[in-house]
């Protein structure tokens, strides 16, 4: 830690120095030129801390809109068996048992799935070249 700052003085005062070496061969005077290396270090820094903040916290934005997103496909809305009835919203993963907390009671829940089949129909086509195929004759002779 000690070892850190003192590296980081180091580097700062060095640019400093440096900073005023040049502008000193222009003419300007050398302490006022080392003060200003100072304040240009420390507002570049500050300008370097904000930007990057900015772009960590809008990729953590990101990252949990995404993480959000993902969730919704496999989570489910589930009710709590606990006399406060409350609902949450829970990820749910088919390969290994679900247990979650209850944002009510805070007990334990176990998730059980139960799953059905259905055979998937299509509409039937009722247009009339579809009925004389299934009918094998024209429905218009069918009615006089
Ligand atoms: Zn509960």
């Given at each position: 830690?000690l070892?850190?700052i003192f ?9 400093a ?29 500050y300008?370097?801390i ?9 990729k ?6 995404e ?18 009835q ?15 907390r209850c944002?009510g ?9 139960n ?10 086509d ?6 004389n195929?299934?009918?094998?004759k ?7």
């Open positions: 830690m070892r850190r590296t980081q003085v180091a580097i700062l005062v060095s640019i120095s440096l900073t005023a070496i040049i502008l000193n061969h222009f003419g300007i005077n050398i302490f006022a030129s080392f003060f200003v290396g100072i304040v240009i270090q420390f507002l570049a820094y300008t370097f904000i930007t990057l903040n900015t772009y960590v916290a809008l953590n934005k990101e990252l949990d809109n993480r959000l997103k993902e969730l919704s496909y496999q989570g489910l809305g589930v009710t709590c068996p606990c006399y406060k409350i609902n949450d919203f829970i990820p749910v993963r088919l390969n290994t048992p679900t247990y979650y944002s009671c805070s007990k334990a829940i176990s998730v059980l799935i799953t059905e089949t259905a055979v998937v129909t299509e509409p039937q009722s247009s009339i070249q579809h009925m195929a299934i009918l094998g024209g429905i218009q002779n069918a009615n006089p």
